[in-house]
């Protein structure tokens, strides 16, 4: 996809501070890789910078952030913002949409800071590697398991780098469970059950996704481990099937 650089800037970094700028073909790959994704064009069509976006987005109200100013950024091209943004604004949105359901341009900037987040993690950027890593233990259950987050998972001791309330999350889950309708529910280690040959289709699925290349970008250990499992769950399916065309 073409795109015409009209508005980028030609300076890159403060001519007042100490720091060294970041090297501006790193700026470029970053937009570039922003800019050429599919939906780029299909979530900013302009940008009147009325902030109606900022006024009804929610995380706006308790966090240094603004869409508005996000999708200013990525329509005049200010890449060095674009990349500042990406080190810790960009994790603040709460994917709501609700910026998307208001603007008058039909701009989507929860859509934009999607695309961002993504090109954040293809780079490699420390900002998505620290957003991340408390939810080590919740991808390592979903990608090899197929399963999310499990009852018994959710604890004060589990998820310690989860902030204060986490200790609010005391209550007696067992029976709690017990009380939903539906029997294979009532468990605190799972929240239901996925068979062998359904978690191995999702394996294919998170390979050809891109998902294990960008978890391997991320976190590496995390990425052995899963593979691991992976290796170990497509030699159980291939003995199952083994077995059962025997019979
Ligand atoms: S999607 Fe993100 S930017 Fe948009 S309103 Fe929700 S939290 Fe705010
Ligand atoms: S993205 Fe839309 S709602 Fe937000 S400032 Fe720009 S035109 Fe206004």
Sequence with gaps: MEHAGTRVQQFIGDPVSDTPPVDRAKLEAIFSDIQSDMRFDHELNGCLNCGICTATCPSAHYYDYSPREIVQLLWTENLEGIYDAMQEKIWSCAQCYTCAARC?????????????????????????????????RVMLKLISTGNQLSPDMITKDGFPDWGPNISKVDAPLATLRKAIPMPTLHTTKTAWEVNLKTSVELYTIWEETGVLGSLKTIDTNLHDVISDIMEEKRDELAEWLEEQAEE
């Design 104 to 136: 008058p341009f039909g701009n989507s900037p929860g859509g934009l800071v999607m695309v961002m987040r993504e090109v954040a993690i293809k780079h490699g950027m420390e900002s998505a590697k620290n957003v991340l890593r408390p939810f080590s």
